[in-house]
């Protein structure tokens, strides 16, 4: 999880002021033209931020079911299924925008703006799988004690703020709760935070002998 945040944040501090989703497709195509080099390399954070998170899902459902005494139960099941989910999708958004910067000399403004509202609607949705894993593995933390109870209930305002943040982009048409906009990132953020706090809590709270995987 600690790898997930902190892979996550060097993508984002490359390119940390994208284009609004207000901007018109030659404003879109020049800033991808320009800024190619960054645009790669923000993705290929975001990749190895993808692998890690699905690892850190993993650990985490693992130490969720051991805490329950290995008793059948949906939430870690769902816990692993979101954090797939979270990096699948996201993973949609950010081929979109690496396959503008690669053909940004070629590529015409409209093809170039379609593309990037649609990785820019793949990353809003992301938001639903992604307040899912918190949710869940929240709801998992409270109940099972694994974590501190605060972890859980911090998890639970942060899920809800991801989907204030989707239904605030999809239903008001906000360009804030658009992907560089100021409330889409207060809560991706927020989502940050709550993945390296567990990370930490879960790397202290699990033995070594029975930890499973953490990254």
Request: aromatic content about 14%; overall charge negative.
């Amino acid at each position: 999880g600690i790898a997930f945040v902190v892979c996550s944040a060097i993508a984002f501090l490359i390119v940390p002021d994208p284009p609004s989703a207000e901007e018109g497709s030659e404003f879109v195509l020049n800033f991808f033209a320009t800024n190619d080099s960054d645009v790669m390399w923000q993705a290929f954070f975001f990749g190895l931020g993808a692998v890690f998170l699905l690892w850190f899902g993993g650990a985490l459902a693992v130490a969720l079911r051991r805490a329950e005494g290995d008793i059948p139960d949906r939430v870690p099941p769902i816990v692993a299924a979101a954090a797939a989910a979270s990096a699948g999708l996201f993973l949609v958004g950010v081929t979109a925008a690496a396959s503008i910067a690669s053909a940004s000399e070629v590529m015409d403004q409209g093809v170039a703006y379609g593309l990037y509202q649609f990785g820019s609607f793949a990353f809003v949705m992301t938001d639903f799988p992604a307040a899912t894993f918190v949710l869940a593995a929240s709801l998992g933390i409270v109940r099972s004690g694994l974590l501190p109870s605060s972890v859980g209930w911090v998890g639970g305002i942060v899920g809800l703020l991801l989907l204030v943040n989707a239904g605030g982009r999809l239903l008001a048409d906000n360009a804030d709760f658009a992907p560089g906009g100021t409330a889409n990132t207060i809560a991706f953020t927020l989502f940050l935070f709550w993945v390296f706090v567990t990370s930490v809590f879960l790397i202290q709270r699990v033995p070594m002998g029975r930890r499973a995987p953490e990254s």
